[in-house]
Structure formats: C-alpha cells, structure tokens
C-alpha cells in the first residue's frame, strides 16, 4: 500500500483515524476509527452518502462512538493498523483501479469500510445500507 496513492482527503482520514486511535489508547487502528476519520475531515461526503440511504447520521455516529469507547485500552506499545483495517486499505486501493480512478478517494475508502468484516459494516447494513445504494449515492455525488 502506497499512501503517495491516495488523496490528501484520504490521507488526512487515515492521519485524523490514528489520532482518535491514540486518543481512546488503542493499539491498533481500526475500521471504526477510519470510519470516524473520514467524518471528522471530511465533514460533506459521508453526511451526503448517508443521508441520500436515508440513514440517522447522528444515531449513526452515536453507536460509532460507542463501540469506539468499547475497544481495549492499552498504555505504550507501538499504534499500528489493524489486520482488518490494512485490508480495508488494499481493498480501496483495489476499488480504485477498478473504477479507473488514478487515487485512493474518500468514496473509495467508505466502499472498502463497507465491504470489511467489521462492526461499522454490520451497523451499515443493520441501517439498510446496500452496496448498490452506496455506489449509486457515489455515483451521484460525482456528478455533482
């Protein structure tokens, strides 16, 4: 993974999810705090997305925050990613070729979240958030 491929957007979120890592005193950055990391620097896109999947973004970003708080805390030790997490980044980097796309966008890295093993995936598709409805919703916003 070459973060010289991504957008400055997705490489402040990935920078913004480490911060919210150490600042719950976690060892490992996960998708959840990626997930938190594109809301916080990216505060148009995902409202956008969301809102256009009919979801309740502040009871989303309640729970978000929620299982965030749930996470184990550790004192020292090195932050790294995730196992999940760094999938979820190949998995972007994938979605972009796919799309043709020369960088790793936001939208690619909310697409990768979504398609992750993770908890805010489940909570994604508990909303009735679907692949399609996402990528229509992406599509949408590119055009505008």
Do not use: C, W
């Amino acid at each position: 993974m070459n973060l010289n491929n991504f957008t400055i957007k997705s490489q402040e979120a990935i920078q913004q999810a480490q911060q919210i890592a150490q600042g719950f005193g976690h060892q490992q950055i996960e998708n959840e705090h990626l997930f938190k990391g594109i809301f916080e620097v990216h505060d148009n896109v995902l409202p956008f997305l969301l809102e256009k999947l009919n979801v309740n973004v502040a009871l989303l970003q309640q729970v978000l925050d929620k299982q965030l708080e749930s996470f184990s805390k550790v004192s020292g030790g090195e932050l790294m990613l995730s196992r999940e997490a760094g999938k979820t980044l190949n998995e972007a980097s994938i979605i972009a070729k796919k799309t043709k796309d020369d960088y790793v966008s936001i939208e690619h890295l909310i697409l990768a979240v979504f398609k992750s093993n993770s908890k805010i995936a489940q909570i994604l598709k508990d909303q009735g958030v679907t692949e399609k409805g996402l990528n229509a919703s992406i599509d949408e916003l590119r055009q505008g």
